[in-house]
């Protein structure tokens, strides 16, 4: 059972990425929110992230989501990405759908279906 | 002039999800693409965003927009992020936005409005 | 065959932290080598090390040296990671020798060896 | 006063490889210390070190061994990094001190002292 669906009555990325905002507003955290200091911290979460599966097996990294504990330290793990990741956006005024939107363009032309696979360096992207 | 409000027209996050899966499945890509991997795909470029600022002064990291080439490539790592991110909750089936509104949540009542500032150890979060 | 003995002839780590010392100052670069910027610069390069790796296979990741490019971008990442580790270590006055052999000796205590094995959460380290 | 000199007694950094080494195999991680997880464990620890820095202005970076506990941090999170650095050598048979020795002399050629300063994108090194 996958929570993949957001329902109709979910927040939208820009309600959130608002409450992101006043949440540090009303914290007097702006001056900490630099994009270089954000930028920094987007990268210290991912680490969090991936230190979840460091030495995990594939086949338990898979079944992750079956361990409450570590299911719920994904959760807050992805949370504070996207959280660090909306409000390095905000600092630097990008919109994360509009560039996402454009590099899945620059990618449709870049890897042509035919070419399936890999690179031969094992890259997806450089 | 800010790109930070997006528009009726544009995508939203779990169109930009869909667009991603189907990108993957047309090229074969879904075998790499497990949550280990995707885990560490994403601190990989979450590195690549803080490397444009780590030896910028704080103001030249404010600025950083507007120099082309580098607000072309924040934008592309604003991307890539955004796009690994996207693909490790598919392949974990955690809904992002509904796992930042939780934390959100829960950071109200862990950093209450009084508390102004940051904690001694210059950390918001644990 | 392995690099692992590295002969009498060969550089001390103090000799290298030296050199890269003298490096920086010759190019004046040192305005630039705050610990913050070279924390930061350390998780990037961390982070390329990474990328080598992310989408291979166990099997592929432990032939990584086979390959002469990729052996050489591990030697070029791995040189990188150690020489940002050295001058962070420069420039807020660490020994990282002593620093690593005190967290050895931590860790003989805390991970005494009867108990064989990774703890539940697959951590080894707090 | 820096802790920089390492005296004659202090251990080599061949030594302490060993160590590690000695230290794993006691405790069966061994099959854990594969050079894709040790490439993982070494960016994850990376994080951890600019975590300490992520909100720090820079005059508080500066001082960040003044205050005990986060010198203390600094300390186990600088031998970590060396930790995982090490024991990926090994796992992969590349001689770090080799390895950036052949750096160094490559970027001496590559960054001629006649030319000071950073390159126009900010970053020394690609």
Redesign the interface.
Known sequence: ??????GPA?????E??Q??TD?AA????QP?H????L??????????????????T?E???A??AEP??AHR???E??????Y?LQ???A?????????????ER??VR?P?A????TE?????G
């Open positions: 059972m996958s929570e993949q669906t957001n979910g927040p939208t990325l820009g959130l990425q409450r992101l949440f009303a914290r007097d955290w900490f630099t994009p270089k200091n930028a920094a911290a987007l990268s210290v979460e991912a680490g969090e992230l991936l230190e979840i599966f460091q030495w995990l594939p338990q990294a898979t992750v989501m504990d570590r994904v959760r807050d992805v949370a504070d990405v996207l959280a990741l390095f956006c905000t630097v005024g990008v919109d994360p759908l509009t560039a996402l939107a454009a590099k899945i990618n449709e890897f279906v070419d399936r696979g890999l360096d094992g890259n997806e992207t």
